[in-house]
Structures are given as structure tokens and as C-alpha cells.
């Protein structure tokens, strides 16, 4: 079965600084690997998608992410924050494309942007 | 393009009750899936439809049951409501080819929040 792992349930960086958000996967076939992004009272917002291409994979807002199957790692990163990005951040993983609709959420990262 | 619409946005149940929540996909899109938040258990798959036909479904008793229609238009009931129920259910669609196969992107509605009480 598959299952994401995301470390650190709230993250707090400061407006400009690196954002890193952290993403660990568990799958016995080559996954399909997702970020979306929850604002408030909303629902999920694609962020980008790895799909067995590029393993750096980059995504809306200045968001990107790199698939690194070693570390069965699928990290978040933005190289500047945003108060605009504070939102909770869940990873997600699919086996293939058939059933890419049945994702596995992981339990989601709180981004919080301080001034 | 309009996005999923999803309706109602918020409702108040009893337990033992039932409820039927419905979902308008994009444009165009005829997979749709539906997911529960909930602050315990997180985003949990329930189901997906495509071509009126049940193609996934998750780990979820009985009294969760959905359908699609001819136009993609997608309602899930659940029957004899119980207090865990209460949660964000979310509804997304996404493309999919003739053959079958998602473009791995799925379109999320703000979602029907129930509570029940």
C-alpha cells in the first residue's frame, strides 16, 4: 500500500526566507507524486505533479518540488515566502494513472509566514 | 470555466438521519471523486465515478454510496448518520481519456462542510 509522510505538522518561516516543506513516500511501484495546497475554508489547489519525467518538477506561486527515489523523498521548496503562501500544504501519491483520482494524502503541513 | 460546484456548502444533521450532497464537475471532466477531511483522520478517499460507473472506491462502510449521471454531475448520500460523520466532504473532477487514463490533476470544489449532531 502506498503512504506519504509528511514531517512537521506546522512550519513557520519568516516573509523572504526558504520555504521547506517535507515529503516522504512509501510505494512498491514508481509512484505518482502531488502538492496541493488548502487556503482557508477552500479546496485543494494543485501545486505541481511528478509523474515519472523530470525529477525537478516545478509548480504555480514559485513553488517547486524534486523527486529523489534514493531518499523516497518529494520535498516542497520556494526560495522567497510570501504572506500569501500561509496555508496548509498536503503531499499526496497515486500508483499510476488509472487510479490517480484515488490519491493518499499525507496528514498535512501548516505554513505559517511571519513579518 | 466555470470550477466544481459543490452544494450545500453547510448543513446541520441529526444522527440517524441521511444526507445527499451533490457536486458539478468542470466542463468536460467525466471522472469525478469524492474525499472526506476530517481533523482526526485527514483526507480520506471515498470513491470515484466515471461514465456513471463506480471505478474506485475507498475503505468506507455501507452507508456511503454515490452515483453520476449522464451529464458528470456526481451525488454522494450517506444513511444513518453518526456523530463521526461530521466533516468536510470534498468533491474533484478530472479529465479522463477514452481509454481510461487520468492526467493525475484533480479539481478540488470548496466542499459541503456537515456537521450532525
Known amino acids: 500500500a502506498q503512504s506519504v509522510t509528511q514531517l512537521g505538522s506546522h512550519v513557520s518561516v519568516s516573509e523572504g526566507a526558504l520555504v521547506l516543506l517535507r515529503c516522504n513516500y512509501s510505494s512498491s511501484v514508481p509512484p505518482y507524486l502531488f502538492w496541493y495546497v488548502q487556503y482557508p475554508n477552500q479546496g485543494l489547489q494543485l501545486l505541481l505533479k511528478y509523474t515519472s519525467a523530470a525529477t525537478l518538477v516545478k509548480g504555480i506561486n514559485g513553488f517547486e518540488a524534486e523527486f529523489k527515489k534514493s531518499e523516497t523523498s518529494f520535498h516542497l521548496t520556494k526560495p522567497s515566502a510570501h504572506m500569501s503562501d500561509a496555508a496548509e500544504y498536503f503531499c499526496a501519491v497515486s500508483d499510476n494513472t488509472r487510479t490517480a483520482s484515488k490519491l493518499t494524502f499525507g496528514t498535512g503541513t501548516r505554513l505559517q509566514v511571519t513579518l | 470555466k466555470a470550477g466544481v460546484t459543490q452544494t450545500p456548502r453547510y448543513l446541520i444533521k441529526t444522527r440517524g438521519q441521511q444526507v445527499t450532497l451533490s457536486c458539478s464537475p468542470i466542463s468536460g471532466h467525466r471522472s469525478v471523486s469524492w474525499y472526506q477531511q476530517t481533523p482526526g483522520q485527514g483526507l480520506q478517499f471515498l470513491f470515484e465515478?466515471?461514465?456513471?460507473?463506480?471505478?474506485n472506491k475507498g475503505n468506507f462502510p455501507g452507508r456511503f454510496s454515490g452515483r453520476q449521471f449522464s451529464n458528470s454531475r456526481s451525488e454522494m448520500n450517506v444513511s444513518t448518520l453518526e456523530l463521526g460523520d461530521s466533516a468536510l466532504y470534498l468533491c474533484?473532477?478530472?479529465?479522463?481519456?477514452?481509454?481510461?487514463?487520468?492526467?493525475?490533476?484533480?479539481?478540488f470544489g470548496e466542499g459541503s462542510r456537515l456537521t450532525v449532531l
Open positions: 474533484a473532477s478530472s479529465l479522463r481519456t477514452s481509454g481510461g487514463l487520468n492526467t493525475g490533476e484533480l479539481f
Open positions: 465515478y466515471f461514465s456513471e460507473t463506480q471505478r
